[in-house]
Nanobody
Framework: VQLQASGGGLVQAGVSLRLSCVTSGRTFSGRYMGWFRQAPGKEREFVAAINWSAGYTYYAPSVRGRFSISRDKAENTMSLQMNSLKPEDTAVYYC???????????????????WGQGTLVTVSS
């Protein structure tokens, strides 16, 4: 499975962006897909995840209520709607997919099998 993330850009605080992740290679049928982000000098951190089959969603406390993750199984795509962006949201955003992740591990990067190349989101104050 290959993942391609897109949709990043330079925006002002308070506006919205929508990131997309397209899967290719074969139809993804694993358990979870998610978004992570990595700011300069910091470790990669969990943003959100979605149960691919059932659609249950999970968020980091820092983005809950502002970000919304969704997926389109028919199109094999995943999106991250980011509203009310803040300067601290500035990072490279990565999409990831995991075949056999258990719920307790969805926030751990090494739990995921496939990664996209990342898309840069810069939020100016």
């Amino acid at each position: 499975v290959q993942l391609q993330a897109s949709g990043g850009g330079l925006v002002q605080a308070g506006v919205s962006l929508r990131l997309s992740c397209v899967t290719s290679g074969r139809t993804f049928s694993g358990r979870y897909m998610g978004w992570f982000r990595q700011a300069p000098g910091k470790e990669r951190e969990f943003v959100a995840a979605i149960n691919w089959s059932a659609g249950y969603t999970y968020y980091a406390p820092s983005v809950r209520g502002r970000f919304s993750i969704s997926r389109d199984k028919a199109e094999n795509t995943m999106s991250l709607q980011m509203n009310s962006l803040k300067p601290e949201d500035t990072a490279v955003y990565y999409c990831a997919a995991g075949e056999r992740i258990i719920l307790s591990a969805i926030q751990i990067p090494r739990s995921y099998d496939y990664w996209g190349q990342g898309t840069l989101v810069t939020v100016s104050s």
